[in-house]
DNA sequence: GAGTTTGAAACT
DNA sequence: CAGTTTCAAACTC
């Protein structure tokens, strides 16, 4: 696996930050396909992505380096992208029929990329070693060595547009200290900055509302550029740049369905919540850096600086107290973020060992999600189409060695190969506070919430037929290894890579958006969650399961197919069917309530008796049917008398499930009468 | 647990 | 793009 050369390392930004307080940056020249630098009347530099794909055949930074080569830049995963080599990309292009995710490997650059809803590609241009930091190129200087490119992706979402002009920026590694990285923060003049990248780039404005966040500690970068003023340069995200409107071209098959909701404007892949990017430097370890992405589902690990030769093979040990002792530094003000310490490559390789005879190496931290794309072993005419990846896809080296093609890995079997001598990253812990955004951005496709779907595992799939490749799996659909499944024939694992790709890679073909969450989430909450595509329902009035709105627990949309949907909000049928198992619910907490309280007064009435109980010769007080017992009884019975109601039972059968109940608090109290006098026996009291 | 129903995905 | 088939989950008995 190639690393990032020490010299590189030194050179990179020691912090990258991103505050939730960014003014949105209007997308800029949307549709063009060149990433290109843009000069900037204001000196200011940004990145905007609005859509999924970030391409371009030439990236111009501050006139020393330019990218010739295309490149496109995924946003669908996530991603983590280094140092890689401009012949695999183009083999990766070659064979997923994509335009090539070529970045140049002679060269070194840093490419952040804001994947979430409104991902923007930061493109952080880093000095070629063998030139003047702080000396500003001419642009067009393409006969300069290329730069390397890091990217990192960061984001909860990857509806990113296309990125057009984006920003490269020379930094003098030295004078960076921090890349905040704003979003959606209002422009204020007022507001001290303290610009974490510089412009290099000359010329126009690329967005006149660039604004620069607020708040960062971290060292001004000085602009490279002789001629021109520092500057600062923000980096922001517009905020709820993928609200989708919904086109009211729905097939109007039920006339249940109310006008009202198919004019609701539905956020689809949206991401609410602010979004931090911050690539943090280790004072004590210059290689470990953490990318903290709030409102991201996924944890980043920034590949750095590969040490010596003499420190490679060294036992996975040190390595792993080098990981151990990575602490995140949190400057920005952001209540929620998610930290990522960057290992250095080569502890990387010994972190993260094969799991598997052809596992791919990969360093996850405890709790979360992480994506990892390395170079990897040749993956012949399957490479895959990184802009539409499975969420949560982890490309890692293939096995074999070598630096060509990847191993698709979905990050969550990353969580599954981790091996826990090697998963101790120091900021594993903040990751779990990071969850207010997170589940934003963490909307599956079912629709439930993130905390639901991280406490939740998978179901395992039976999969018999699809060898667990086709979207009929979930596992696959979710981008997802088979893990504890019933499936035959399984080729969702790590053993059938190259199946595995290609069938992803079949699938994106089939549909780019294949594996990005149906669910969209608008900024009014989960009511506003809208299936992306609709239902088709014909049969079951969108009211059971079948139907995907209702397995998400929403509501059908205009962008629905359904007929007879009965999913709507002034359904009767769905009312009654909400209403229903509402009851149930308050019947189940009531009754365990009631047996709750019963058992709690028998144990303090034990507490009281115990005296009593060990002056006697053995026999059970009367005292145990005390007034709180009975009250607890009496609502027990209550409670299966109110249930025989409710569910109209005739008074025959009422008056037995009163007595059941009955016949169980008697039991209760005579049980926990025998257990106080079994304790007390055993202990001679 | 077996069989049926259902609708998304895949295929033509 | 529409119709059909395949598939696995949801559901029923």
């Keep these: 696996m190639d690393v990032v050369s020490p010299e590189l390392n030194s050179l990179l930004p020691d912090e990258i930050m991103d505050t939730e307080d960014i003014e949105d940056v209007p997308h800029s020249q949307p549709g063009t396909t060149g990433v290109h630098s843009e000069p900037s009347d204001d000196a200011m530099t940004t990145s905007t992505a609005t859509d999924s794909i970030v391409t371009g055949t030439s990236v111009t930074t501050s006139g020393l380096q330019k990218l010739t080569t295309p490149f496109t830049i995924s946003p669908a995963n996530r991603q983590i992208i280094l140092n890689k080599v401009a012949s695999q990309a183009s083999e990766a292009a070659k064979s997923a029929g994509n335009p090539p995710q070529v970045i140049k490997q002679d060269g070194q650059k840093l490419l952040v ?47 990113l547009k296309p990125v057009v002009g984006n920003q ?19 422009a204020s003049s007022a507001a001290p900055i303290k610009f974490i990248i510089t412009k290099t780039v000359n010329s126009k404005g690329i967005s006149p509302q660039t604004s620069v966040p607020p708040v960062i500690t971290g060292r001004v970068l000085t602009q490279s550029s002789p001629v021109m003023p520092p500057r600062t340069i923000t980096l922001s995200e517009p905020h709820n740049t993928n609200l989708q409107s919904i086109p009211g071209k729905k097939i109007a098959i039920s006339p249940l369905k109310t006008p009202s909701k198919n004019i609701k404007p539905v956020a689809v892949g949206g991401v609410g919540g602010s979004q931090f990017k911050t690539i943090i430097p280790l004072a004590t370890q210059p290689n470990v850096q953490q990318i903290q992405v709030p409102g991201s589902r996924f944890h980043y690990v920034r590949l750095v600086t590969a040490t010596t030769a003499s420190s490679t093979g060294q036992p996975s040990g040190p390595s792993t107290s080098s990981i151990q002792t990575a602490k995140p530094m949190v400057v920005s003000t952001a209540a929620v973020r998610m930290s990522v310490p960057v290992v250095p490559a080569q502890t990387m390789k010994q972190v993260a060992p094969k799991p598997l005879t052809s596992g791919p190496q990969v360093v996850t931290t405890t709790q979360t999600q992480q994506r990892l794309i390395m170079p990897a072993t040749p993956l012949p005419q399957i490479q895959p189409n990184f802009t539409n990846l499975p969420p949560g896809t982890v490309l890692t080296p293939a096995p074999g060695g070598g630096n060509v093609g990847y191993a698709v890995v979905p990050a969550q079997y990353v969580t599954q190969i981790q091996q826990p001598p090697f998963v101790t990253l120091a900021s594993s812990s903040s990751f779990s506070a990071s969850t207010g955004i997170q589940t934003q951005a963490r909307l599956p496709l079912n629709g439930l919430s993130a905390a639901e779907t991280t406490s939740r595992p998978r179901k395992p799939c039976n999969c018999t037929k699809s060898q667990c490749l086709k979207l009929y799996c979930d596992c696959f659909a979710n981008g997802e290894f088979c893990n504890n499944c019933n499936c035959n024939n399984c080729f969702n694992n790590l053993e059938h890579e190259t199946e595995r790709l290609k069938a992803i890679k079949t699938c994106l073909d089939r549909n780019p958006e294949a594996f990005k969450p149906k669910i969209g989430k608008g900024k009014e909450g989960e009511s506003d969650r809208r299936h992306s595509k609709g239902c088709n329902c014909k049969r079951s009035g969108c009211l059971k399961n079948y139907c995907e709105c209702y397995e998400a627990k929403i509501m059908c949309s205009s962008i629905c197919k359904c007929i007879g949907c009965k999913n709507f909000e002034e359904s009767p049928e769905r009312k009654t069917l909400m209403h229903l198992a ?61 249930k025989a109601e409710q569910t109209h039972q005739p008074q025959v059968e009422a008056e037995r499930m009163i007595l059941e109940e009955f016949g169980h608090c008697l039991m209760r109290i005579i049980s926990s009468a025998g257990k106080a006098k079994s304790d007390c026996a055993s202990i001679n009291c």
Excluded: N, W
Aim: aromatic letters at 2%; charged letters at 20%; proline letters at 6%.
């Design 113 to 159: 990329t804001a994947i979430g809803k409104s991902g923007q590609p930061i493109v952080l241009q880093l000095p070629h070693t063998g030139s003047k930091p702080g000396v500003s190129q001419t642009a067009g200087d393409t006969k300069s060595q290329a730069p390397q490119f890091k990217v990192v992706t960061i984001g909860g979402r990857s509806d």
């Design 582 to 642: 509402d009851a149930a619910e308050v019947r189940v907490q009531q009754q365990t309530a009631a047996k709750t309280k019963l058992s709690s007064q028998i144990s303090d009435l034990l507490m009281r008796t115990t005296p009593v109980i060990s002056s006697g010769s053995g026999r059970l007080p009367y005292t145990f049917v005390t007034k709180e017992v009975l009250e607890a009884t009496c609502e027990c019975l209550l409670e299966q008398a109110k």
């Design 168 to 186: 490269v920026t020379t930094l003098q590694t030295q004078q960076l200290k921090t890349v905040q990285i704003a979003k959606k923060t209002p």
